[in-house]
């Protein structure tokens, strides 16, 4: 799930979000990765808060937050039929994970990752 707080905007404004490949240092120096997995909408309510919960298919979280760097980003709202800029970044590492420590290994099989 995706949480978004404090946006100065009217509500109903929707965001873009993506799992991108590469960091958020790679999407503020303008050479961000592209989208690997789209995310659901984000649309802001009356209080500046909008959130999303996207069930992202075909991966689990451990190979997420593992392997070659990803990040989430928000964008701005669309104005045009291309990707707007960045307005919110988070990286996804395994230092961030919250899950149990462990191996590296990712051995492909069904993990149990809590959610
Ligand atoms: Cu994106």
Do not use: W
Not at 63 to 87: C, D, M, T, W
Not at 91 to 101: H, W
């Amino acid at each position: 799930m995706l949480a978004m707080k404090n946006l100065m905007e009217p509500a109903g404004t929707m965001h873009l979000a993506h799992i991108h490949q590469g960091t958020c240092a790679n999407e503020r120096s303008g050479k961000g990765g592209p989208a690997e997995y789209p995310l659901k909408l984000l649309t802001t309510k009356k209080n500046e808060t909008a959130t999303s919960t996207t069930v992202v298919k075909g991966v689990t979280l451990s190979q997420l937050f593992s392997g070659a760097p990803k990040y989430i980003n928000v964008h701005a709202p669309r104005v045009k039929a291309v990707e707007s800029p960045s307005i919110s970044c988070a990286d996804l590492s395994s230092d961030s994970a919250a899950t149990s420590s462990g191996g590296t290994g990712s051995s492909g099989g069904g993990g149990q990752d809590g959610y």
